[in-house]
């Protein structure tokens, strides 16, 4: 998904957390695993017993055995199967940067480990000389900023909850591929044109391949362990949701994508890795998408040089990515529409995980956006209600349908500055964080 970069915080900022430490005297409730309940049953005193059921989690995040695989279609740790309660919080590494706002970090992953959020997907990338940029130039990182993702790192592991961290955008934002081929017209002297030039120039592929590098070697400077050591990295992400429109056969990214698989597998042999695809089917990358390509939200999905299938084969990509996002896809559509158009488009991806790819399934973003015509919350809750449903059933049934992860958690704090419509604070939404904390039940029953 697109995000805005910049955000200008203010020097400090609060987060009420009075009811969670109240309640946390409490005694614990009994487990509830089944049907999701209905919304107005949400009670902090569960919200509390999530919150300790995920500091004991902490301890077992500790060892070589914990790094977290796959076995067939499905993830695994400690031997046994792990499904993803999931959510993204993109912002964690900038906000991490400030001491000053650093304990809205801490807040939103409390409040998201209350709930039963096992995984969360964040920016490992700040390219330029915006807002907390991590790297200014080519192979030049602020360290504040390095630091910022340390804290995130830290404190995710604190709250038992793993991170997949994404290492470049497709977009502008936070810099991205245009940032890219910017420096390589300033630094190296090219005269490159295009935005996919980032894809194929020599130089570009180069300095990406030391980013990689930079990060997977990190040494944290909270607890003094690499990044590719540590077991509360749930996987790396190429790119967030890559492109290249310039080359609609895809062998262009096809090769991009088959030299940093491999490039960051040599470097790091203890995490997963995925893509960070949005999930399109395109006949002209693969003859296997011809009869795909009618689960496409429209024909322009065939136009950006990717494909599920082909892209997702490479052996050493561990598991599949898709996102959803019907508002902005199908806007035209009706809501009897799009809930159509998600269950195809749910279900083809699922059936291609499993007897196509072999691989687990992640539905890495999706959400509801309340800036549609006629939004209701009773419409984002259905709709956050049919994805879980779709994956609890694979799930049940060892299928390839691993977990998924909504987009966008903040705080009652930042709600408003952070805003783009798909936001969710579960301090305030008590029915979308009762329908989560529900299906993180469910889920972690299967184990």
């Known amino acids: 998904m697109m995000k805005i970069l910049c955000w200008r915080f203010p020097a400090r900022i609060f987060s009420v957390s009075i009811l969670l430490l109240v309640s946390l005297l409490l005694p614990l409730p009994p487990k509830k695993v089944g049907a999701l309940r209905p919304k107005n049953e949400f009670s902090f005193t569960h919200h509390v017993h999530n919150t300790r059921h995920a500091r004991r989690h902490v301890k077992a995040v500790s060892s070589d055995s914990d790094f977290v695989n796959t076995r067939g279609h499905q993830f695994t740790v400690n031997g046994k199967a792990l499904y993803v309660n999931g959510a993204n919080i993109y912002w964690l590494m900038s906000m991490g940067t400030e001491e000053s706002t650093r304990s809205v970090v801490t807040d939103v992953l409390t409040e998201a480990a209350a709930v039963g959020v096992t995984v969360v997907r964040t920016w490992a990338f700040a390219d330029g000389s915006d807002y907390h940029p991590l790297q200014k130039t080519p192979g030049m990182f602020d360290e504040s900023t390095f630091q910022g993702l340390d804290f995130a790192i830290s404190e995710a592991k604190k709250h038992g909850i793993w991170l997949i961290l994404s290492l470049v955008n497709n977009y502008a934002d936070y810099g991205g591929k245009p940032q890219y081929v910017e420096w390589a017209n300033t630094y190296a002297g090219t005269n490159l044109t295009s935005e996919d030039d980032f894809f194929s120039d020599a130089t570009i592929r180069a300095w990406f391949k030391d980013y990689i590098r930079t990060i997977v070697t990190r040494v944290n400077t909270i607890g003094g362990v690499a990044y590719r050591d540590e077991p509360a990295i749930f996987a790396w992400e190429l790119m967030n949701e890559p492109r290249c429109g310039s080359d609609p056969t895809g062998n262009v990214f096809q090769a991009w994508l088959e030299e940093m698989a491999l490039y960051v597998k040599s470097l790091d042999t203890n995490h997963m890795l995925e893509v960070g695809l949005e999930g399109f089917y395109s006949s002209a990358v693969s003859l296997e998408s011809v009869d795909r390509e009618s689960s496409n939200p429209g024909t322009f999905a065939t136009q950006y040089g990717v494909d599920f299938i082909r892209n997702q084969q490479i052996s050493a990509l561990d598991f599949a990515s898709v996102h959803s996002y019907p508002d902005n896809w199908t806007p035209s559509l009706t809501e009897a529409e799009k809930r159509k158009f998600m269950v195809k488009w749910i279900q083809t991806h699922i059936n291609d995980s499993e007897t196509t790819l072999q691989k687990p399934v992640l539905f890495a973003e999706f959400g509801k956006s309340s800036r549609t015509s006629g939004y209701k919350e009773t419409v984002r809750i259905d709709a956050m209600r049919s994805m879980f449903n779709a994956v609890y059933d694979s799930a049940a049934k060892q299928g390839a349908a691993a977990g998924a992860m909504v987009?966008?958690?903040?705080?009652?704090?930042?709600?408003?500055?952070?805003?783009?419509?798909?936001?969710?604070?579960?301090?305030?939404?008590?029915?979308?964080?009762?329908?989560?904390?529900?299906?993180a039940s469910r889920m972690s029953s299967l184990s």
């Open 407 to 439: 987009w966008m958690l903040v705080t009652n704090s930042t709600k408003n500055t952070l805003a783009d419509g798909f936001e969710i604070d579960l301090s305030s939404d008590l029915a979308i964080a009762s329908l989560m904390q529900n299906q």
